[in-house]
């Protein structure tokens, strides 16, 4: 098992930047992939952000695409989201997810096995 925190969620401006960080524990040695999804007021819940542990590569939502980067902390078993020029459309809770299997389809829910409890972030206008 994995247990999942998300933590740095908040109320901010439109424009301002906010960090959210995902700590992980328990069995990460079994993690080949970390996510962010988020799940606004009315809406389901969308992809945001993933890494891939082997290539760290990253991978983005076309709506947080440029303003959005997701980065990974090894020592402390840590995934990181830095947001950019946020907007009031960002506005949602935030999710952190992690998968045990390779898989090149790293933008859908189902593949995932571990998730966060989530962390609120509003943005205002």
């Known amino acids: 098992q994995v247990q999942l925190v998300e933590s740095g969620g908040g109320l901010v401006q439109a424009g301002d930047s906010l960090r959210l960080s995902c700590a992980a524990s328990?069995?990460?040695?079994?993690?080949?992939?970390m996510a962010w999804f988020r799940q606004g007021p009315g809406k389901e819940r969308e992809f945001v952000a993933a890494?891939?542990?082997?290539?760290?590569?990253?991978y983005y939502g076309d709506s947080v695409k440029g303003r959005f980067t997701i980065s990974r902390d090894n020592a402390k078993n840590t995934v990181n989201l830095e947001m950019n020029s946020l907007k009031p459309e960002d506005t949602a809770v935030y999710y952190c997810?992690?998968?045990?299997?390779?898989?090149?389809?790293?933008?859908?829910?189902?593949?995932?096995?571990?998730w966060g409890q989530g962390t609120q972030v509003t943005v205002s206008s």
């Open positions: 890494i891939t542990w082997n290539t760290n590569s990253t």
């Open positions: 997810a992690a998968r045990w299997r390779p898989t090149l389809i790293v933008r859908s829910r189902s593949v995932y096995d571990y």
């Open positions: 328990g069995r990460t040695f079994t993690v080949e992939g």
